[in-house]
């Protein structure tokens, strides 16, 4: 199976904005999503397919591919996006793998 | 609305079977495109993906747990089970249910229950 890779930490003040990184060379070939996460909380989804953005999620958060990495960019972080963050793929071919996660704090 | 709810016991022994049991309302795991995972969290630790099961009864399996899972599911009562076997200390997690729609969202994980935590000790 393949692996993706997040850094672990990013920290960001409010009003900035924050980028974090996912990594892997299925991303050349399967759709990347994202999720965060807040303590005691289960995962919600943030982007999926690369890019796209449910209903309900801010305007803040965005999705962006290049080659083997994608990003989750957060525009004018707040506190209450303070969180781990995780990315995910799959496909039809049926397993799904996730990134190790990144902690978001808000300083 | 799309509601899951995992259940099942909070503690088991070391090698026993676990059984957890996804109960969900708001869709049919019948139509298709429809899909339910198992995913498990230790304790401050990263999520794992388990098992997936598609509406056309596909299964799929993480490569490391292939040999101890098990995911099934009952249509008429919207329920989804996992069973992993042999049991350890390790295996403690919170363990959630997720849905996939691949006809809306593709692979994302849509909805999730709000997990269980299962603890293995003697």
Known sequence: SYELTQPPSVSVSPGQTARITCSGDALTKQYAYWYHQKPGQAPVLVIYKDTERPSGIPERFSGSTSGTTVTLTISGVQAEDEADYYCQSGDSSGPVVFGGGTKLTVL | ?122
Not at chain 2, 15 to 35: A, D, N, R, V, W
Not at chain 2, 52 to 74: G, N, P
């Open chain 2, 1 to 122: 609305q799309v509601t899951l709810r995992e259940s099942g016991p909070a503690l088991v022994k070391p090698t026993q079977t676990l059984t957890l049991t996804c109960t969900f309302s708001g869709f049919s795991l019948s139509t298709m495109g429809m899909c339910m995972s198992w995913i498990r969290q230790p304790p401050g630790k990263a999520l794992e993906w388990l098992a997936r099961i598609d509406w056309d009864d596909d299964k799929y399996y993480s490569t490391s747990l292939k040999t101890r899972l098990t995911i099934s599911k009952d249509t008429s009562k919207n329920q989804v089970v996992l069973t992993m076997t042999n049991m350890d200390p390790v295996d403690t997690a919170t363990y959630y249910c997720a849905r996939m729609n691949i006809d809306g969202p593709a692979y994302a994980l849509d909805h999730w229950g709000q997990g269980t935590l299962v603890t293995v000790s003697s």
